[in-house]
């Protein structure tokens, strides 16, 4: 289905943060035992500050030429665009992985142990090549209900976490390790990768302003503070003893005699990850110059579900496609590298 009528900018940034907080809702054990909660505040603000610089050679694009800069790289270097093409391929294949493998293994542990999670995964997908058929701009509308319900759940949790915090003086201590700090701040940076989104997509949105990406960065990082701040004063140090502290937030969330809301923790996860997810398919779409094509969805959700089935048999494969290091590193180089040496090849033509 082709999609060519532009959306308002602000819907593509709802996308962007509601892909964004998927992170936290499937963070596992990647913050170390032993650290502050003032540390880990600090790695996060230092994490959110290079994803909103991630932002800028994009940004820098949609608002000079109001084109998004894979459309750009399209026009301007037809002869190379099948290498800058192939790498954002493959990079939004490893993305889709990336959070297909952690939703799964939530899915799994949380949820039901006995499951097959091969059709999990395989159901996810499908319901994705459907969203990403259909459109970035069907999408986005989605996001509207999905950002209405998310932020409900955010209340409910944090609000009925409120009774169970325990917060001394002592408890605002500064500690933490130099690898802690690097871990940390790179396990922050993750979000980054919706810069990469921004960069593709951005062409179909209409009324862009730069302030739009703060304040949807300002926003994520919020909600990310403040799963930090109930997880170290609610949780305490049994958080450290159990995977995934986000969903042990909703099962200590209690109203009254009404508590245990980690339906809604699974809810929220699962249409995050459905929003990454179908997103990356469309990005896909258009790093090969197609607004929508079936096939083409199809044929790159195939191979994301084959490399599933090797990440789940192979662990040194699993691994590789969930370390954070190495994701950020692929996202550094397409959300400013390339667009970067388009900015400087290009700058002063950049509106012709």
Request: with cysteine; aromatic share 18%; net charge positive.
């Amino acid at each position: 289905m082709q999609t060519k009528i532009k959306f308002p900018s602000k819907w593509l940034l709802l996308l962007i943060f509601l892909a964004g907080v998927s992170v936290i809702l499937l963070e596992s054990f990647e913050i170390p035992k032993g650290t502050s909660y003032l540390f880990n505040l600090l790695t996060m603000i230092c994490g959110f500050l290079i994803t909103s610089l991630s932002f800028i050679p994009s940004a820098i694009f949609k608002s000079r030429t109001d084109l998004d800069f894979m459309s750009f790289a399209h026009i301007k270097t037809p002869n190379a665009i099948i290498f800058v093409s192939a790498f954002y391929c493959l990079y939004f294949v490893y993305t889709a992985e990336y959070f297909l493998v952690k939703y799964c293994d939530m899915f799994s542990k949380k949820l039901n142990s006995e499951a097959n999670i091969f059709a999990v995964a395989l159901v996810l997908l499908s319901v994705c090549v459907y969203a990403a058929y259909k459109g970035t701009n069907a999408i986005a509308r989605c996001s509207i209900f999905i950002f209405a319900f998310s932020f409900i759940v955010f209340v409910l949790i944090f609000t009925g976490n409120i009774s169970n915090l325990e917060i001394n003086t002592t408890d605002f201590t500064f500690s933490g390790q130099k690898n802690d700090f690097i871990n940390n701040t790179s396990f922050f940076l993750t979000p980054a990768f919706t810069a990469v989104i921004f960069a593709v997509l951005s062409g179909y949105t209409k009324n862009f302003r730069p302030r739009q990406i703060v304040f949807s960065i300002i926003i994520t990082a919020i909600v990310f503070a403040l799963i930090l701040f109930f997880t170290a004063f609610s949780l305490g140090e049994y958080a450290f003893a159990q995977d995934y502290r986000c969903f042990l937030l909703s099962k200590t969330t209690h109203f009254g005699d009404v508590g245990g809301f980690d339906s809604l923790y699974l809810s929220v996860s699962v249409l995050t990850v459905f929003l990454a997810i179908s997103l990356i398919l469309t990005c896909i779409c258009k790093s090969t110059g197609k607004s929508s094509s079936l096939p083409i969805i199809l044929v790159f959700s195939i191979i994301i579900f084959v490399l599933f089935i090797c990440a789940e048999n192979f662990n040194a494969v699993k691994e590789l496609l969930i370390n954070h290091y190495l994701f950020n590193i692929l996202t550094f180089i397409s959300a400013v590298v390339i667009p970067t040496f388009y900015l400087i090849a290009f700058g002063r033509r950049l509106n012709e």
